[in-house]
């Protein structure tokens, strides 16, 4: 998750500005999303995600690299090559194999793979209106019937206006009406590196939703 008002993880389209603050906080000891570790969401939901998965905006890889080491098949994407550089380092050290691929989310239609699963950890809130339908729409022409995708992304119970944008539960539910069925909206937190300028919040992390959404219908034609 990347600070400022209009950024998110790297991963999906962005304006110039956008894009200069992802490679701005890449460019220190740590990006504020980039906790070393799966955001506690997602090692809850372990058991749910299953067969191959496609971690869509991977950053620097810790949550890729954990499902392949669960002995998942997982590509991860993001759209700066700089974290993706650090994630292949670190499989390289941990012997753990993914596919890093340097993609833009709202092109992932055109990946020659397909995916039980797909993983978000802080991409879907970074998107303005426009880039995140064209995300899910390419999710719609990825995913089979029966995939699951599995979103961790900031909340609107979280006050103030620093850190990405906050994503209302009615937002989810309109994003995902057309061949999806939202299966849980809960209530999570999202981990961040403290002491980072514009990514002040509590203790315990931002207040964030986890979402499990499956695909219901086949690709469009």
Known sequence: MTSGPEAGKGGGTGAPAQRAR??????????????????????????RIVG????????????????????HAVTGIDYLETPLEVARRKGAER?????????????????PERFDAVTDCGLFHSFDDANRAAYVDALRALLEPGARIFILCMSTDEPGTQGPRRVSDEEIRA???????????????????????????????????????????????
Do not use: H, M
């Open 52 to 71: 191959r998965v496609l971690d869509a905006g991977c950053g620097t890889g810790d949550l890729a690299l954990w499902l392949a080491s669960r002995g």
């Open 95 to 111: 012997g753990v194999r993914v596919n890093f691929l340097q993609i833009d989310a709202t092109a992932v239609a055109s990946i």
């Open 175 to 221: 994003t995902f009406f057309d061949g999806w069925e939202i299966e849980s909206i809960e209530p999570a937190r999202f981990e961040v590196v403290p002491g980072i300028r514009g990514a002040e919040f509590g203790p315990e992390g931002a207040k964030a939703r986890f979402v499990s959404i499956r695909r219901t219908e086949p690709p469009p034609a």
């Open 22 to 47: 992802f490679v701005e906080y890449y460019a220190l000891p740590k990006a504020p999303w980039d906790i070393g570790r799966p955001q506690a969401a997602f090692v809850a939901a372990a058991p």
